[in-house]
């Protein structure tokens, strides 16, 4: 099964509330971590091997995938020897490789560190703050379908801003704007080919317009268009906005 790149390296800074004690990525929902969310949609659909490319304040993800069996498990610890034993084990068959990938390097750049981990296959990438129900072995047989280098998942993001109605200068009405009012954007959720990392050049690569705009010119990008759910936590708001979908039961990413 292909690997699945996570990039959680980035400062948040306008998520800072949150981000100034903790990078975005264990920003929790529901009390688990986003990149946790993100990491059990594709573990519903097979992929369990995590390459995780960290940044500002990676020291703490490094620290909570390290006890994360812990976290997940019912323990037994001895106080005399200070031992821990498991005695029921919830956690996840996840493979996690946990890579300092730079403070300030760039999505594109990234990536261009983690290359010779990348180069045996295809492989799948997304950023550490965007959920979605796209079915992503519908994706990946999309991609293979098409022969590009590269293929990413369009999506119509929620209107975040709403419309007012007007009849002369009375004004008759609030309208939320609808996401078919919303124009495709990159919804991460990436399929790329081991052929993309030619396309990188440094720390200072930029992924999003230098190198997907290189790749679409040279008709090396496909996109696969997903009409369903797909949100990104940005702001607060947007926290705010997930954490009440968990909270009702309503979270359309939630697939298990």
């Not at 995938?65 to 821990?84: E, G, Q």
């Not at 997304?126 to 098409?146: E, P």
Request: glycine share 10%; proline share 4%.
């Amino acid at each position: 099964m292909p690997k699945v790149v996570l990039l959680c390296g980035g400062f948040g800074t306008r998520l800072s509330e949150e981000t100034v004690v903790k990078p975005k990525p264990l920003v929790e929902i529901g009390n688990m971590p986003i990149m946790c969310h993100i990491m059990d949609i594709y573990s519903y659909y097979g992929f369990n091997e995590f390459v995780v490319a960290l940044g500002y304040k990676g020291e703490a993800i490094k620290q909570y995938f390290l006890h994360f069996p812990y976290y997940h498990s019912d323990l037994m610890i001895r106080m005399a020897d200070s031992s821990v034993h498991v005695t029921e084990s919830r956690s996840k068959d996840w493979i996690v490789h946990l890579n300092d990938t730079g403070l300030h390097t760039t999505t594109g750049g990234r990536l261009y560190r983690l290359r010779d981990q990348l180069r045996d296959g295809t492989f799948m990438m997304t950023y550490g703050d965007g959920v979605s129900d796209v079915n992503l072995r519908a994706l990946l047989d999309f991609h293979y379908s098409h022969g590009k280098l590269a293929t990413v998942t369009a999506v119509k993001p929620r209107g975040r801003f709403g419309t007012i109605s007007f009849e002369s200068d009375h004004v008759i009405g609030f309208k939320e704007k609808e996401p078919s009012e919303v124009g495709w954007i990159n919804g991460g959720y990436f399929v790329f080919e081991p052929g993309v990392l030619d396309y990188l050049q440094g720390d200072q690569s930029q992924l999003e317009g230098e190198v997907l705009g290189r790749l679409a010119q040279d008709g090396q990008l496909a996109a696969y268009k997903h009409n369903g759910f797909w949100d990104c936590m940005d702001t607060l708001r947007d926290k705010q906005y997930l954490e009440s979908l968990w909270k009702r039961g309503e979270a359309p990413w939630k697939l298990a």
